[in-house]
């Protein structure tokens, strides 16, 4: 059986994030194929509230990807401001390192379960997409106001329960394909606004509307098994998925719906 909900499975993370290969992969799928051409990246950046000197962590940063354009555009030329970047896989820190570090950046390995800072450090943090993968999300999120200032900022952008991941659930449906039904998800764009209530007195809810229309069924075959939660199906099935996906083509394109969006929560 597949194992497709064991999102916050610390191994098999690990695994697909000690090196860039696999997020490189799912980012291209989305660069090349989104109905909405601003980009999820562009359009979170353009959400955050930066000014002069405000002290800035990223959780779990990945590749970076956030920051690279708009530092090579100057964005930020002349901010000042004391910028952390974070993961908990060796192979994204040493990444981050590489790249950013000439820049005037900080890279450390942190776990947001153990944030090592002190109480009140951060006017803003940022944790995009990978919340889902915390298997204790209240520490987290514990942890996350802790280091936050009093009038501080925290956005957190995540998925949705009726994205992506839905449609590929019903694809496997479908082909009698057997997988965990048991979702072990925790933290989306349905229950986020209440966990992030237990924690902050105040939290707001932002979408991003967008789509994926796919000609080259065999770019998502690839995203889909770089897929950390789908470590386990059988590239028995890859010739089942094509037909099955290019027989739900419409005008040359196979339509799937995104989910995505962001919270912004403060101490209130």
């Known amino acids: 059986m597949i194992d497709i909900s064991n999102m916050s499975n610390r191994a098999v993370i690990a695994e697909q994030y000690k090196n860039t290969d696999n997020l490189a992969l799912r980012k291209s799928l989305h660069d090349t194929y989104s ?156 229950n986020g606004m209440q966990l992030l209530g237990r924690h902050f007195g105040k939290v707001e809810r932002r979408d991003y509307e967008d789509a994926l229309e796919i000609d080259h069924i065999e770019d998502y075959l690839a995203y889909i098994y770089s897929m950390a939660s789908l470590q386990g199906l059988d590239k028995g099935y890859y010739d089942i998925l094509r037909d099955y996906f290019n027989s739900r083509k419409v005008n040359g394109y196979l339509h799937i719906p995104k989910e995505y969006g962001m919270f912004v929560a403060g101490k209130g």
């Open 35 to 190: 109905v909405n051409k601003t980009g999820f990246q562009k359009w979170m950046f353009d959400q955050y509230p930066f000014r002069e000197k405000m002290k800035v962590l990223e959780l779990g940063s990945g590749r970076g990807e956030l920051w690279r354009a708009f530092f090579e555009d100057d964005i930020l030329q002349g901010y000042g401001m004391d910028i952390t970047l974070s993961d908990f896989s060796e192979g994204m820190v040493d990444h981050l390192r590489q790249i950013y570090l000439d820049r005037g950046m900080s890279v450390r390995k942190i776990d947001i379960s153990d944030i090592p800072f002190e109480k009140d450090t951060f006017d803003l943090i940022i944790a995009n997409s990978m919340l889902y993968h915390v298997r204790d999300i209240d520490t987290a999120l514990s942890e996350v106001r802790r280091v936050l200032k009093e009038d501080g900022l925290f956005f957190c952008s995540t998925l949705g329960e009726k994205g992506m991941t839905q449609y590929l659930y019903h694809a496997l449906d479908e082909l009698g394909i057997p997988y965990n039904h048991e979702s072990r998800i925790s933290f989306t764009l349905q």
